[in-house]
């Protein structure tokens, strides 16, 4: 436990930057079964990744997505929780808002694409889009990330 509490931030921080990476890769939404896909030049296709989510993306050749505030959190979470583990503050402080971060982020990952608006011309729907393979793996990491800093959170504590 010795070493585990010595270098479980640092693990924590591991789990956060991977889940982090996770955001940059497609494909980050799914509708019906299929990836949600975005069409660039010469009819090539690509998915679309977290961050195309989260601050808006053309998907198709007709629709774009706007901004998206529930993704935009979720990211900052991630992003605060990150920082967080590098900031010198006291231990049990520091794993317990880390966690708090973490365990948002993770959750926020798994809701967001539900509530991603998509405009067609002067429409604008709601398709429900579900969470792709990288966005679950982003969230699955950032809750490893909130177990590692609740244990230390607990053994910081209890001395």
Not at 4 to 19: I, R, T
Not at 22 to 37: I, Q, R, Y
Not at 93 to 106: E, I, Q, R
Not at 122 to 146: C, D
Request: charged content about 10%; proline content about 4%.
């Amino acid at each position: 436990m010795k070493m585990f509490k010595k270098f479980g931030g640092f693990l924590a921080l591991l789990f956060g930057v991977a889940s982090l990476v996770m955001l940059f890769l497609g494909p980050a939404a799914m509708f019906e079964g299929n990836p949600v896909v975005t069409v660039v030049r010469f009819n090539k296709t690509e998915n679309v990744t977290a961050f195309g989510l989260i601050f808006g993306t053309d998907i198709g050749a007709l629709s774009t997505s706007s901004f998206n505030i529930m993704g935009f959190f979720g990211f900052l979470a991630l992003a605060f929780g990150i920082l967080l583990t590098l900031v010198p503050l006291k231990e049990g402080l520091k794993y317990f808002f880390g966690a708090l971060l973490f365990l948002a982020a993770g959750v926020l990952f798994f809701l967001f694409p539900n509530s991603v608006e998509v405009t067609t011309g002067p429409l604008t729907t709601k398709p429900g889009y579900e969470p792709g393979t990288t966005l679950i793996i982003a969230a699955v990491l950032s809750l490893v990330a909130f177990l590692i800093n609740s244990l230390l959170t607990v053994l910081h504590l209890k001395k």
